[in-house]
């Protein structure tokens, strides 16, 4: 079980019983530069400080006790939504409230602020950040599957190398870990938009609104005629990473599945899945509510896409 | 810049305006703004629950948005505006039409969630004067009321949105 889920629980395992952080020093760097520097220096020994929604908590149960914090909160040049290319690139400390309310977002991602409008609660997002998310990499979190699904990029930078992007499936590697190395700053994300006749949906289940999910699920699916011509499926909560139904969404294309063959073939093939159960779902429970989610997702993006003439 | 320039220090002299009120004081670093509040100021209408952003009774506003106070270190307010459930009610000392139709309503028992509550509130009517009561539901999800089951809280809420209490 996880460390958030240790605490989500409410009350300290292991013996753990301070609830105030250990003593650090902190840093504040004013620009990127500086945050590299202060990387380069206090290496494996300091934590950065993004949104703190994550982290604070690992700290006031002492669970984590680095010996240097450094802050972004003063580097105005991380945080901010703008377009690139065909797509959109968000710094990586844009608040998840930011993204939830950007304009721009609803109207060419949607599925983005859908899926941070599940995050926890209003007074989480207005700290937590994208990249924080991102970086923390908890199996339940909805960034994570969200821009796996997207194909999103992550733009890293470490003193003395140039910036250098990360595909979303290479980024994240197991349980709470990234590729991301104690000198490297997740710089932001680059967001490709996906093409516009498509459907999307996600959709999540947790016992109560806010909380952890116990399964997630975001799909996009084009439609020709009443044949799927393109599908993307990422299911999370199963194990330690959001999963990617690449075979599947090869066959459903290659074979022209109509709505019907594509929900029945996406619940087997969610039900073949290795899952991992915990104190709050079974691996058995967690493998059935993938498979209804599946079919929610499924059938509301395929009502969302533009249904193109063959 | 050289990295030596960077001070890595255990306090920090931070500058924050408190419900109107500009301070400088110097701070350990790793005390959580909860604390500064209800130890440091004396504010102890904060409420501080499970230390881990869960339970919504340490919520206060940071430039008029709820914030969890036990999820923010002291230093990372420097600069900006706090609003604590001290500082909503009126000039003289009165209460505010939130607290009062909470009061009316017995919106609150033990009282412990409610001043998270209230912020909540605050920040949500300040942008939307009359949001639907899903909104508002939305808004009280992200606080854990063990006494009053909600209803009333609902209630008092509506009160106010309808145009039954005062103006502030």
Redo the contacts between chains.
Sequence with gaps: MHLSRL??L?FPLGGVTS???????????Q?V??VL??L???GGDAKL?AG??SL??L???RLARPS??I?L?AVAELAGIRPEGAGVYIGAMTRQ?AVERSALLQERLPILPAAVRHI?????R??GTIGGSLAHNDPAAELPLVHLLLEAECEIGRQGSPPRRVPMREFLVTYMTTVLEPEDLLLGVYLPYPPKDLGWSFAEVAR???DFALVAAGCLVGRSGDVVDHLRLVVGGLGPLPIRLWALERQAVEERWPLPTLLRRAREAVAELEAEGDLHASAAVRRHLARELCSVVLTEAWQRAERKEV | ???DD?????T?AITVTVNGQRLTQEVP??L?LS?FLRQTLGLTGTHVG?????C?AC?VL?DG????S????T??VDGHSLTTIEGIGGPSGGLHPLQESFRRHFALQCGFCTPGILL?LYALLAEEPKPDEATVR??L??HLCRCTGYASILRAVAAVTDGEGKEP
């Design positions: 605490m989500f409410g609830t105030k952080p250990p003593a650090f020093a902190y840093v504040v760097p620009d530069p500086e520097a202060a380069a220096r206090y400080l703190g929604q604070i908590p700290l006031n149960f240097v914090l802050s909160n409230r926890a609660h209003i007074p989480i207005n700290r109560r609104s806010g | 810049m050289s990295v960077l001070q890595a220090a255990y920090r670093v790793r959580l604390d499970c230390e881990h952003g869960v919504g919520t940071l948005e709820p914030v969890r036990c999820l923010l270190l230093p990372e909540s939305e808004v999800s992200g």
